[in-house]
T-cell receptor, first 113, second 114 residues
Framework: AQKVTQAQTEISVVEKEDVTLDCVYE???????LFWYKQPPSGELVFLIRRNSFDEQNEISGRYSWNFQKSTSSFNFTITASQVVDSAVYFC??????????FGKGTLLTVNP | GAVVSQHPSRVICKSGTSVKIECRSL??????MFWYRQFPKQSLMLMAT?????????EQGVEKDKFLINHASLTLSTLTVTSAHPEDSSFYIC??????????FGPGTRLTVL
């Protein structure tokens, strides 16, 4: 069975602070994909990143960066110099061999001005 | 590319009526579509997987007679909530994918049953 744990239910920061959202996963598959999505108040899911299990290189995209550590089954997401527009719910998800996505419970990020 | 639409975006209905939600892949042919349900402040839960031309596969605990799914073409899947009740009020999200490929999500449909 697949499982994704986002232990942080809510995080509140002040603008320009850096913030890291944690994601820990469980799977028996050797090949799998990890995702991060952003869900603003409008509800539409915004795709942020996909990482396959064989690619442990960290990735940076503007103010966003991701740290994939297979040894600890973690795929953490850091926002540098946060902005009010970053306020949203962020979901980590796992797709295994059955092609189904398993979502974590999400982390509500509030960035205050 | 890879745009998925849902219609309606918001619907309010009376208890006991049926509601149909459409999910369309606008610029690609989706062999598989997924339907998710999201309660307020909760995660997305997969309800069912539908492949074009075949019966949907429902997740455990999802009533297939309550949530009818039809995937009649490679660009359209519909979810019908039959005899809706207030507890069916939720945010329903679909996604569409090519075989074994990326899932592209629709904008969601907010259903309120009075």
């Amino acid at each position: 069975a697949q499982k994704v744990t986002q232990a942080q239910t809510e995080i509140s920061v002040v603008e320009k602070e850096d913030v890291t959202l944690d994601c820990v996963y469980e799977t028996r598959d050797t090949t799998y994909y990890l995702f991060w999505y952003k869900q603003p108040p409008s509800g539409e899911l915004v795709f942020l990143i996909r990482r396959n299990s064989f690619d442990e290189q960290n990735e940076i995209s503007g103010r966003y960066s991701w740290n994939f550590q297979k040894s600890t089954s973690s795929f953490n997401f850091t926002i540098t110099a946060s902005q009010v527009v970053d306020s949203a719910v962020y979901f980590c998800a796992l797709r295994g061999s059955n092609y189904k996505l398993t979502f974590g419970k999400g982390t509500l990020l509030t960035v205050n001005p | 590319g890879a745009v998925v639409s849902q219609h309606p975006s918001r619907v309010i209905c009376k208890s006991g009526t049926s509601v149909k939600i459409e999910c369309r892949s606008l610029d690609f042919q989706a062999t598989t579509m997924f339907w998710y349900r999201q309660f307020p402040k909760q995660s997305l839960m997969l309800m069912a997987t539908s492949n074009e031309g075949s019966k949907a596969t429902y997740e455990q605990g999802v009533e297939k007679d309550k949530f009818l799914i039809n995937h009649a073409s490679l660009t359209l899947s519909t979810l019908t909530v039959t005899s809706a009740h207030p507890e069916d009020s939720s945010f329903y999200i679909c996604s569409a994918s090519l075989a074994g490929g990326e899932q592209f999500f629709g904008p969601g449909t907010r259903l309120t049953v009075l």
